[in-house]
């Protein structure tokens, strides 16, 4: 007999509608990803950026100390002795296909120089893209500096 009157009054359909309905006017709890960026923890550990002085320079003194720590062995650094003895950086590479974001880098260095940015958005089709250089983490620096300064934030 249930079955029979399920059947004439659509009941099922109506408890399923009822369901919807009901999430319908809730507060949403997902992201339009990647057309929507998921808001980060304010320890979220993303992609480094290096910090820069007032004139642009880097802050980074090619000291060796987060590569040396870093346990992936992401970190590609190669010096050089400038004219007056000052200590030139030649190269400096990060392997983003190889980090794993643990943050060690950070707190190695001596001078606040890397840090962990909070951005992810690694995604790539060429695995050379991966390896970001000195000038693509101090331009990663800019854009923290801007997306912290629209939360009324300070790096
Ligand atoms: S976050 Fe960790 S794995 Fe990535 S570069 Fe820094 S030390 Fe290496
Ligand atoms: S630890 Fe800091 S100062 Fe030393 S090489 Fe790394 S980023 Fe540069």
Known sequence: ????????FFTEILQGLGVTMKHFFK???TYKYPYEDTPVFPRFRGIQYIKTDEEGVTKCVGCYLCQVVCPSECIHIVT???????RLIRKYELDLSRCIYCGYCEE?????????GRD???VDNTRDNYVVNMKTLTQ??????KMAEAKGEQL
């Open 27 to 29: 507060k949403k709890v």
């Open 80 to 86: 050089d002795c400038g004219h007056k003895g000052q």
């Open 1 to 8: 007999m249930k079955n029979v009157f399920d059947t004439f």
């Open 140 to 145: 990663n620096y800019k854009k923290e500096q």
């Open 108 to 116: 190695a260095c001596p001078v606040d120089a890397i840090h962990m």
């Open 120 to 122: 992810y958005h690694t």
